[in-house]
């Protein structure tokens, strides 16, 4: 009973004005809880998630991509510069979301499994690093004893150009790794990328001799950033100053201008990914996904094709890196484990392989997961830790709780979980991609037919 | 096969001769004669026996985590990205046992030599066990729903399965111990070196952990060889592997089978989990990454699915990475050296994979689509 009631409830908040309502409505309270309360984590999640309700609820296109600008460009900022916790929340959404769309490009199109993906982002940052930093004055330097009065090679501003040259230089390394794989099979290919995802690391980890290029284990510090635009540091503050009601610090601007930077690459990649779709080479990466020996029958240029994804796909991580090492000026090979490439796996797995909207929600809730509910554990562990509370059955002190035992750290298991869940109960994702929905609705067509 | 080791064995030595007769008279030997004082050929030679020697034992700690891959794969053609942490499972398993007698006093101390090794197999049988156990369970929960999907769904499910078991070994070590670093005690005298022989007044030795693990492998190969080739369980396993679908119409559970496949892949990444804690002494939950990358590597190299090819590519992964590590220093100057061995390895996979995909003596698996 209450089950029709409630299917009712749904069938009418997507009849006439009611969705327009109610996403306005969820856009709004969430706003005003957050500004009213900005530490509240709850607020704060259901201003993000309002952002869902206005993908999920049918309205006008327009009005999807005005409102949902208007958050993301005005609503986010604010409410960043106004808690800096939440702002480097949306930041890493937005790298990360970044990052899974790149790799949904070739794990969900091109059907190629890359389990080295965040080489391609460490070849962007140690870019960037390198003629950011005074790294080339280093060159003849062992970690540590470099002089500290050198000079830096470039100024800040060649970083916009080096967001290109990353573009370049990681969509060539994605080729060089491709020629000699890529007629793998896909179980081999995924473990071969694998190896060269560390092969990378280590290269970094490594390379701080004859010549010193990355410093080691120690990484390169200070990465420079681009000069902040006064133009656009005065008409933020001449518009937002009432809202925020206190002058906003250089260091909080640089971040929204990161986080703004961010969602370009973002939406030009949400273009490139549509366009690219349905274009020939899309449609000739399904072709290869689905059955690789039928494509080759068809006539489909089987290593060129796959050697674009790859390079397709490098090309964002590779813009994403350049962004982050000038974002926290500093990089190290600790940021490109195998961890961050399953990481970023694991949220185009969860959201749904090859589906747009499904990535940015993977992308979003891993990071959530990671940076708010375990840290938040941590927090809250700590603090049994240092009161008195006792377990009472077992009677055991949080006070003997071991140290090592800090959630925050363990996101292995949280990826670990959330790929053999998804694998085994719903492999198509969140969101599944349209096309595979359309796979899905025709196979269970051919079931109801008599045989 | 014993042929065969000392062919890729006298290759590689031969190898790295010539080369140091060619750098002799360069930067290379001058450098070596102001480090050690002696020029670069007799430096070589000096080393090469003990470096033959390492290599051999690091051989057969990769080729018995070889089995497991191969086994596993010549039945399912799916790569067990999991088994690295079934061989964690297995060091833990026996080194968490031999503290636990060090603690109530069983072993080290004033106890018998006798007794270390009686205890040693207690906790190499208990590591066997336990992580046979867990392989079968992972193949239960995690594999077997997938069977049939498309080929990177289970490979995806078994990257989860290895995440999961690593920082579940984690989370076990850091709740019941505080800490999640272990260390195996000392106890017996799988320390002392046993001298082989002596080339131009250097002694040559080995360790008689070393020595356990060479033996601890063969044995394993041989029982394993003897149990797919001549018992009922392996013909089902070899009919399993050649055509499931027919298999079973011959009255074979399949599902069975293939949870015995796990079992026996298991049990012998837990043994060779409980052999590289006894060689290494040092183990933490992230311990089984590299090995088991190694040992796939490895399984590759002698041919995937072939018993006798992973005992074959561990020794020549082994023999090539214990060279590389000690003579790669020396011949580039120190520009690179033992800190790359650990990519080494896939170096090797991609070549291989490229010129000689079915591997040194196993069927094309490339071709296998």
């Known amino acids: 009973m209450s089950q029709v009631s409630f299917n009712r409830l749904l069938e009418t908040a997507r009849q006439g004005r009611w969705p327009y309502i109610l996403t306005l409505a969820h856009v709004l309270i969430g706003a005003l809880l957050v500004y009213f309360s900005p530490r509240s984590n709850i607020a704060f999640l259901l201003l993000l998630s309002s952002l869902g309700t206005l993908y999920a609820l049918p309205t006008d296109r327009r009005f999807k991509v005005i409102l949902g600008a208007f958050i993301a460009l005005v609503v986010m900022p604010i409410v960043g510069v106004r808690n800096i916790f939440y702002l480097e929340i949306i930041f890493q959404i937005s790298v990360f979301v970044a990052l899974a769309l790149g790799l949904n490009i070739v794990v969900g199109f091109a059907g190629l499994l890359n389990l080295g993906y965040v080489a391609f982002y460490a070849v962007g940052a140690y870019l960037w690093a390198f003629f950011g930093s005074q790294q080339y004055y280093v060159l003849p330097f062992a970690p540590g004893t470099q002089p500290t009065d050198l000079p830096f090679l470039l100024p800040g501003d060649a970083f916009y150009l080096f967001l290109l040259l990353a573009i370049i230089v990681a969509a060539l390394t994605g080729i060089l790794l491709g020629l000699p794989v890529l007629r793998l099979r896909g179980d081999y290919l995924a473990i071969v990328t694998l190896g060269f995802g560390e092969v990378i690391r280590q290269l970094a980890n490594n390379l701080d001799k004859p010549l010193n290029f990355t410093n080691g284990p120690q990484g390169i510090t200070p990465i420079q950033r681009p000069t902040l635009p006064q133009f656009a540091v005065d008409a933020f503050n001449a518009l937002f100053q009432p809202i925020i009601g206190q002058p906003v610090a250089t260091a909080t601007l640089y971040n929204v201008m990161f986080y703004l930077l961010a969602l370009l690459v973002i939406i030009v990649i949400i273009i490139v990914t549509i366009r690219l779709e349905d274009s020939k080479i899309g449609r000739a990466w399904t072709a290869i996904r689905e059955d690789e020996t039928a494509a080759i029958a068809m006539g489909v240029p089987l290593v060129r094709l796959k050697l674009t994804a790859f390079a397709v796909g490098a090309s964002f991580a590779g813009v994403m890196g350049a962004l982050m090492a000038a974002s926290r000026t500093f990089v190290s090979p600790e940021s490109f484990s195998f961890m961050q490439s399953i990481g970023v796996l694991s949220m185009v797995i969860l959201g749904g392989v090859g589906s747009i909207p499904g990535v940015i929600l993977g992308a979003a809730t891993v990071t959530i997961l990671n940076l708010q509910v375990l840290q938040g554990l941590s927090l809250y562990l700590s603090q049994l830790r240092q009161s008195d509370a006792v377990i009472p059955i077992i009677n055991f002190a949080w006070r003997d709780l071991s140290t090592q035992l800090d959630p925050a750290k363990y996101q292995r298991l949280l990826f670990g979980i959330i790929l053999i869940v998804m694998m085994i109960f719903r492999p198509a994702g969140i969101i599944p991609a349209q096309r595979r929905q359309r796979e899905l609705a025709s196979e269970h067509a051919d079931e109801k037919q008599p045989a | ?369």
């Open chain 2, 1 to 369: 096969m014993l042929a065969f080791s000392l062919v890729s064995g006298f290759a590689l030595s031969a190898f790295v001769i010539v080369l140091a007769f060619l750098f002799q008279n360069t930067a290379v030997g001058a450098s070596v004669m102001q480090r050690f004082g002696v020029s670069l050929v007799n430096y070589t030679l000096l080393n090469l026996p003990q470096v033959l020697m390492d290599g051999l034992t690091l051989g057969f700690v990769y080729a018995a985590i070889a089995l497991g891959y191969t086994m596993v794969y010549g039945v399912l053609e799916f790569i067990n990205f999991a088994h690295s942490e079934i061989f964690a499972i297995g060091a833990f398993v026996g080194v968490e046992v031999l503290i636990a007698l060090a603690a109530y006093g069983l072993i080290g101390g004033q106890n018998s030599l006798l007794s270390a090794y009686l205890w040693l197999l207690v906790a190499l049988l208990a590591g066997m066990l336990v992580a046979g156990t867990m392989a079968v369970l992972v193949e239960r929960i995690a594999y077997r729903p997938l069977r049939g999907a498309p080929r990177l769904v289970p490979l995806i499910s078994a990257i989860g399965v290895s995440f999961f078991l690593q920082d579940a070994i984690r989370l076990i070590e850091s709740v019941t111990t505080g800490q999640f670093h272990r260390i195996i005690p000392a106890f017996g005298n799988f320390d002392n070196r046993i001298p082989l022989f002596t080339v131009a007044g250097n002694t040559v030795d080995i360790q008689i952990k070393s020595l356990i693990v060479i033996v601890a492998a063969i044995i394993m190969l041989v029982g394993l060889n003897y149990l797919v080739n001549a018992t009922k369980v392996g013909k089902a396993i070899r009919a399993v592997a050649q055509d499931r679908a027919t298999a079973s119409l011959m009255g074979i559970d399949v599902n069975r089978i293939i949870s015995m496949t796990f079992l026996i892949g298991g049990t012998l990444g837990g043994a060779a989990g409980v052999l590289y804690a006894l060689k290494f002494t040092r183990i933490d939950p992230f311990v089984g990454f590299f090995p088991g990358l190694k040992a796939f590597t490895a399984a590759v190299l002698g041919g995937i699915g072939n018993l006798t090819g992973a005992l074959l590519g561990g020794i020549v992964l082994g023999l090539l990475e214990t060279f590389a590590g000690t003579y790669m220093s020396i011949f580039t100057m120190g520009v690179a050296g033992a800190e790359y061995k650990d990519i080494f390895a896939f170096g090797i996979l991609i070549l291989v994979l490229i010129f000689r995909p079915q591997g040194l003596m196993g069927e094309n698996v490339a071709q296998k689509a």
